[in-house]
Structures are given as structure tokens and as C-alpha cells.
């Protein structure tokens, strides 16, 4: 596509419910990132794929969070237990490059916004 | 370790003046640098980068900023604000050769007054 699309837009979950976020990065782009924005905040890193190899996972925050991307395009978010922390916006980017420095930046998706309550 | 520090969570202009959103980075190695705008409920748009050529970048929207290695900033400027520059701003780093994640300040909100 055009764009990095994420989906859904917004997520309201219950204390304790698990969620799954969707991110669909522009088409050939071998680089996928996810990013945890809290109210107020910068973006912080959480894990970053190159195809479906998930090289780096060292931001997610607990064993609670986990992240796939099966066939090295559209990837998936999860949340078990969510937690009341656990509210902010999800940000999926992607970039062409898939190693060495991403000097490019990142193509953002608009994000998913999870509240939890 | 790497860090951004964004000096003024808000700052507000008059439409037509001096646009200047500050950035300072700790890092033992000159990193690369950029700056990205959040409109309300969007992702965020690449602004500009610097990655070691020119000190002096420009980027879209009539934006530009300038590495200062001496003073570690990466201050983001535009001589005349416009109402459609309101919005949030967020510098990050990205150290070469060192790892694919960016680092993110807090960010700038800017609010242009009529």
C-alpha cells in the first residue's frame, strides 16, 4: 500500500483482556518496527523485525508483550493480561533498508490508540 | 547510552514570527539526527535529518536545523511560523553502526497564535 497502515484504530480493553494489533507496512519494505507512545511521551522502542526474523525485542516490556511477523510483511502485536499501564498508543513503522543504519528514517503508521480500563 | 533532551514541552509563536524548537543529544559519537512532526492523531512525518554531510539541513515545510556538534544540539528552526505549523515535535538520534532503534525526546508542542 501507499502507507503504513495500522489497525485498529482505537482499542478499549478490559483489565486482564489480551488484544492484538495489526500493522501493515508499505509493500517491499524489509524493516518493521514497533514503538510504545505513553501520554506525553516520545516514541520508545519495543521490538524491530527484518522480514520475519524478530532481531531485536529488547523494549518490550514484560513477557506479557509479544510480536510476530510470520511471512515477513504484515505484523502482529499482542498483549496478554493488558494491564491498566499498558494504555498508549502502539506506533508500527517500516523501512526499505534492511541493515545497517536506517539513515532514510522510518515510514509511521498512524497508530493504535489501546486504553485500558 | 544514548539520550535527547527537548528543552519547553510548549512553546508558542505569533503566525509569522520565529519558529525555534530546541534539541540537545548525549552521545560519545556524533549520531545521526532528525526531526519528525505529530499532527493530532497521525503518525509522525519526517522533517528533516542530518547524517554527517552538511551541518546545515533543510527539510520540508520550510523547516531547517543545524548540528552543533561543539554544543551537542539540533535545534529545529523556521523563520515564519504558520497556523499549519501547529503541531507536536520530536527530535531523535540514532547512533551509527551501533543499532536500528531511534530515540526519542518528549517532545514540542507548538502552538501558533493568530
Not at chain 2, 533532551?5 to 508558542?12: A, I, K, Y
Not at chain 2, 526531526?35 to 512525518?45: D, I, K, R
Request: hydrophobic share 35%; charged share 15%; aromatic share 12%.
Amino acid at each position: 500500500g501507499a502507507g503504513v497502515s495500522q489497525s485498529p484504530r482505537y482499542k478499549v480493553a478490559k483489565r486482564g483482556q489480551d488484544v492484538a494489533l495489526r500493522c501493515d507496512p508499505i509493500s517491499g519494505h524489509v524493516s518493521l518496527f514497533w514503538y510504545q507512545q505513553a501520554l506525553g511521551q516520545g516514541p520508545e522502542f519495543l521490538t524491530y523485525f527484518q522480514n520475519e526474523a524478530q532481531l531485536d525485542k529488547s523494549g518490550l516490556p514484560s513477557d506479557r508483550f509479544f510480536a510476530e511477523r510470520p511471512e515477513g510483511s504484515v505484523s502482529t502485536l499482542k498483549i496478554q493480561r493488558t494491564q491498566q499501564e499498558d494504555s498508549a498508543v502502539y506506533l508500527c513503522a517500516s523501512s526499505q533498508v534492511g541493515t545497517g543504519f536506517f539513515e532514510d528514517g522510518y515510514t509511521f503508521g498512524s497508530g493504535t490508540r489501546l486504553t485500558v480500563v | 547510552a544514548q539520550s535527547v533532551t527537548q528543552l519547553g514541552s510548549h512553546v508558542s509563536v505569533s503566525e509569522g514570527a520565529l519558529v525555534l524548537l530546541r534539541c540537545n543529544y548525549s552521545s560519545s559519537v556524533p549520531p545521526y539526527l532528525f526531526w519528525y512532526v505529530q499532527y493530532p492523531n497521525q503518525g509522525l512525518q519526517l522533517l528533516l535529518k542530518y547524517t554527517s554531510a552538511a551541518t546545515l539541513v533543510k527539510g520540508i515545510n520550510g523547516f531547517e536545523a543545524e548540528f552543533k556538534k561543539s554544543e551537542t544540539s539540533f535545534h529545529l528552526t523556521k523563520p515564519s511560523a504558520h497556523m499549519s505549523d501547529a503541531a507536536e515535535y520530536f527530535c531523535a538520534v540514532s547512533p551509527p553502526n551501533t543499532g536500528n532503534q531511534f530515540y526519542f525526546g518528549t517532545g514540542t508542542s507548538l502552538t501558533v497564535i493568530p
